[in-house]
């Protein structure tokens, strides 16, 4: 791979996870919206915000895996750029505070419009980027990253959108980001799944090497299926506009995943499954928000 300069670091960044950031907030911007409390400022905010703590959760999953040994040589999947020496881990590390740091700039106007609880949303969200493989206790190398995914990238990611826009935290955000968070673990289900090999000789106790192939493959369904039943109990339980329904459709891309993930026996047979997964949590993030907005009185 022979890289340098910006697109290096746009590399490193990974692009590709970036939906899951965005996905949740689209979704908390329609349902504000369908309230009649939809503020642009804030939802840009919330959108920025949320895109740098997943770049920065990115550069130190990428800098903390190659220190502990996570990251190595026999690993499937996309260049890590310190585990393949493209930049200096300190470099990394570097960029990682700094990207920190434009969240907390964010934060700051954030907190301004939604008050103490962004600053206790946002303290947590900026210590479990770095938590996530870091620190004393990396939460995705005893099991939990799991629960992170569905935690921050759903219930915390839309309740909070819609927070900073209505200062309302409503039960139907809870059922909203239980949906998109769901769909977001089932990105990183595929990830660990594909990783169990050397994760198991690298000590990383994810939830996939705890346990097994199996398991996860039956996990990855069902995270698929509360996603699906999302939109109609929606309907049934929240008055949502029907419209929202369209949303069961992304779900026919989830099919070629579900494929690959339920016939899974060599790590390189996940990688379109990967991309597959998390494309079928972009279209759900803005079918969902857009249909959730088209209802607005």
């Known amino acids: 791979m022979r890289v340098t300069g910006w697109r290096l670091w746009l590399h490193a960044a990974r692009p590709r996870t970036l939906p899951a950031a965005a996905a949740p907030v689209f979704i908390g911007a329609g349902l504000a919206a369908l309230r009649g409390g939809f503020a642009t400022l804030p939802v840009l905010a919330a959108l920025g915000g949320a895109l740098l703590i997943q770049i920065a959760t990115n550069l130190a999953n990428d800098y903390y895996d190659?220190?502990?040994?996570?990251?190595?040589?026999?690993?499937?999947?996309?260049?890590?750029?310190?585990?393949?020496?493209?930049?200096?881990?300190?470099?990394?590390?570097?960029?990682?505070?700094?990207?920190?740091?434009?969240?907390?700039?964010?934060?700051?106007?954030?907190?301004?419009?939604?008050?103490?609880p962004v600053v206790w949303i946002g303290l947590a969200s900026l210590v479990c980027a770095v938590a996530y493989t870091g620190g004393p206790f990396p939460l995705a190398y005893h099991g939990l990253g799991d629960v992170f995914v569905f935690v921050f990238f759903g219930l915390v990611a839309v309740g909070g959108t819609v927070w900073v826009q209505t200062l309302t935290w409503p039960a139907e955000a809870l059922w909203a980001g239980a949906g998109v968070g769901a769909l977001s673990t089932a990105i990183l289900v595929v990830n660990n799944?594909?990783?169990?090999?050397?994760?198991?000789?690298?000590?990383?106790?994810?939830?996939?090497?705890?346990?097994?192939?199996?398991?996860?493959?039956?996990?990855?369904?069902?995270?698929?299926?509360?996603?699906?039943?999302?939109?109609?109990?929606?309907v049934a339980l929240f008055a949502w506009p029907s419209l929202t329904l369209a949303t069961l459709g992304v779900f026919v891309g989830a099919v070629g995943p579900t494929r690959r993930v339920l016939g899974f026996a060599e790590p390189a047979q996940l990688l379109p499954a990967l991309g597959g997964t998390a494309r079928v949590v972009a279209l759900y993030g803005v079918v969902l928000g857009a249909a959730l907005a088209a209802g607005a009185p």
């Open 66 to 116: 190659f220190v502990r040994g996570g990251d190595t040589d026999d690993r499937v999947g996309p260049v890590r750029v310190t585990q393949a020496g493209l930049v200096e881990p300190a470099a990394v590390k570097r960029a990682m505070a700094l990207v920190l740091a434009a969240a907390f700039a964010v934060g700051i106007y954030l907190v301004s419009v939604g008050g103490w």
């Open 193 to 234: 799944l594909r990783d169990i090999p050397t994760d198991r000789v690298a000590g990383k106790r994810t939830l996939a090497v705890r346990i097994g192939a199996r398991a996860s493959k039956a996990q990855y369904v069902g995270l698929l299926l509360l996603g699906a039943a999302v939109p109609p109990v929606g």
